[in-house]
Nanobody, 125 residues
């Protein structure tokens, strides 16, 4: 079972910065793409940024140039640094990973997408 634990959310003023962190834990697991999604009140969940295991990053247009996604494979962690935050960035931010876990008794690979519980980011003066 893969678990994701996010941290770093909170209240920030417009124009401010914030860094979200997410640590993944799971036995015998390989983490492929890791990503951040967000869901604002009354809106659908959307992809914010993603990063492959070899470091290729992709950003939504809404955050391009204002965010940097990074990961530490040794720690099974992914980070999202956000700059020049706007009120429209207010949302619950979710960490996700596409991972493959191997069963202990027969090494069968089990692929899945896993979600964290989310961390609230509020941009307001």
């Amino acid at each position: 079972q893969v678990q994701l634990a996010e941290s770093g959310g909170g209240l920030v003023q417009p124009g401010g910065s914030l860094r979200l962190s997410c640590a993944a834990s799971g036995r015998r697991t390989t983490y492929n793409t890791m990503a951040w999604h967000r869901q604002a009140p009354g809106k659908e969940r959307e992809l914010v940024a993603s990063i492959t295991s070899d470091g290729r990053a992709n950003y939504a247009d809404a955050v391009k140039g204002r965010s940097t996604i990074s990961r530490d494979n040794a720690k099974s962690a992914v980070y999202l640094q956000m700059y020049s935050l706007k009120p429209e960035d207010t949302a619950v931010y979710y960490c996700t990973t596409d991972a493959i876990s191997y069963r202990d008794y027969d090494d069968t690979p089990i692929a899945g997408r896993y979600w964290g519980q989310g961390t609230q980011v509020t941009v307001s003066s």
